[in-house]
């Protein structure tokens, strides 16, 4: 496995797509140590999220400017010789609201609802779609998807909104 050594001059980004299993060996260009996967993520390696890379023409130029702003700001940090960011510790609220698996489902973001519930089994009936080219492709994704769908666990919607 070749190994690339980042430095502020030269830098390499990386593109992907294997879930939090990233295959890129990053090194601190002082130490020689591995970077961690928090740290490298958005930095010198960007997760794709295929859906957006279709819907959004300018996407990966989108995710370029943002790793090129993280390192900036981490340059910055480290020439100021400011610890790395830590998230604000928050002060315990009153009891926390416990959702179900269900509205927890309901109030995510658009995209992140489809990922969880739709996408999986769509990319994979798209792939045959294009690789069998059936002479009526909606039809087939359909059927597809309906006789798949168990492939996506939901969690149980609540009794009271049945």
């Given at each position: 496995m070749s190994k690339?050594?980042?430095?502020?001059?030269?830098?390499?980004?990386?593109?992907?797509?294997?879930?939090?299993?990233?295959?890129?060996?990053?090194?601190?260009?002082?130490t020689q140590e591995i970077v961690d996967y928090k740290k490298l993520i958005n930095q010198y390696v960007i997760k794709v999220e295929p859906h957006r890379a279709i819907m959004e023409p300018d996407y990966f130029i989108k995710q370029?400017?943002?790793?090129?702003?993280?390192?900036?700001?981490e340059i910055e940090r480290v020439e100021a010789g400011v610890a790395e960011e830590k998230g604000a510790e928050a002060e315990p609220t009153a009891e926390p609201v416990v959702e179900s698996g269900w509205e927890e489902l309901q109030r995510l973001p658009n995209e992140e609802y489809l990922q969880k519930t739709v996408l999986p089994v769509l990319y994979q009936a798209m792939k045959i779609v294009?690789?069998?080219?059936?002479?009526?492709?909606?039809?087939?994704?359909?059927?597809?998807?309906?006789?798949?769908?168990?492939?996506?666990?939901?969690?149980?919607?609540?009794?009271?909104?049945?």
């Open positions: 690339y050594f980042i430095s502020y001059v030269i830098t390499f980004l990386f593109f992907y797509n294997r879930g939090e299993d990233c295959i890129v060996d990053v090194r601190d260009v002082v370029i400017e943002i790793a090129e702003q993280s390192r900036d700001d294009d690789q069998q080219r059936p002479s009526a492709p909606s039809e087939y994704l359909a059927l597809y998807l309906l006789k798949h769908q168990d492939m996506i666990k939901l969690p149980q919607r609540p009794a009271d909104e049945a």
